[in-house]
């Protein structure tokens, strides 16, 4: 299993930027696939972005295509969401998670490893 440390949460006002980080630990993280996933206050979790192992391959929800990009380097066992033009919506909490393969990317189930979240707050 992988251990996941989010971390480059914040407060930044609407249009404004943030990069998140996803540090992990263990020797498989280059095996598996890793996704990004936000959670609002009294909302369900929601899948915003995805990378395949290999990086070849990004998905992402509608709501922030254009402005969100998923990368990862796999030398320094890190996936990235940089975050641009940021809205009020945005604002929830951001889960990086892995998946060892499966039949999608977009869903939670497949995942199964999750970090422990880091706050963003875009402020109107």
């Known amino acids: 299993q992988v251990q996941l440390a989010e971390s480059g949460g914040g407060l930044v006002q609407a249009g404004g930027s943030l990069r998140l980080s996803c540090q992990a630990s263990?020797?498989?993280?280059?095996?598996?696939?890793h996704g990004w996933f936000r959670q609002a206050p009294g909302k369900e979790r929601e899948f915003v972005a995805a990378i395949t192992w290999s990086g070849g391959l990004t998905y992402y929800a509608d709501s922030v295509k254009g402005r969100f990009t998923i990368s990862r380097d796999n030398a320094k066992n890190t996936v990235y969401l940089q975050m641009s033009n940021l809205k009020p919506e945005d604002t929830a909490a951001y889960y990086c998670?892995?998946?060892?393969?499966?039949?999608?990317?977009?869903?939670?189930?497949?995942?199964?490893?999750w970090g422990q979240g880091t706050q963003v707050t875009v402020s109107s």
């Open positions: 998670a892995a998946s060892p393969g499966g039949d999608t990317y977009t869903e939670a189930r497949v995942y199964t490893s």
């Open positions: 263990g020797r498989t993280f280059r095996l598996h696939d």
